[in-house]
């Protein structure tokens, strides 16, 4: 069992700023990639953004220059930044995790993001 603990998510204003974190635990053996996903209403899921054990990232074009994703592997912990934040990027926000030694992929129950005024 793999057990993700997701919070920071919430309503906030366009050009707004918010911090989610997600915690990671229970039978992991060796997180490669921590990331995040997320699904907007009508919407495909689609990837946000990812950090690597070697601390390579990448981000989707659309949040390139405003979100930042950074990683405590000694808690197994990922914190997306997301800084002027636009209604687009309301959706559900998902973490997930690649554990190289069980060769998987893990994603967590989401939270939700809501850009309004």
């Known amino acids: ?62 949040v390139k220059g405003r979100f930042t994703i950074s990683r405590d592997n000694a808690k197994n912990t990922v914190y997306p930044q997301m800084n002027s934040l636009k209604s687009e990027d309301t959706a559900v926000y998902y973490c997930n995790i690649y554990d190289a030694g069980q060769g998987r992929y893990y994603w967590g129950q989401g939270t939700q993001v809501t850009v309004s005024s």
Do not use: K
């Not at 069992?1 to 997701?6: A, D, K, L, N, P």
């Not at 915690?23 to 950090?51: K, N, T």
């Open 1 to 62: 069992q793999v057990q993700f603990v997701e919070s920071g998510g919430g309503l906030v204003q366009p050009g707004g700023s918010l911090r989610l974190s997600c915690a990671v635990s229970g039978s992991i053996r060796s997180i490669y990639v921590m990331g995040w996903d997320r699904q907007a209403p009508g919407h495909e899921r689609e990837l946000v953004a990812l950090i690597r054990n070697g601390e390579t990232t990448e981000y989707a074009d659309s």
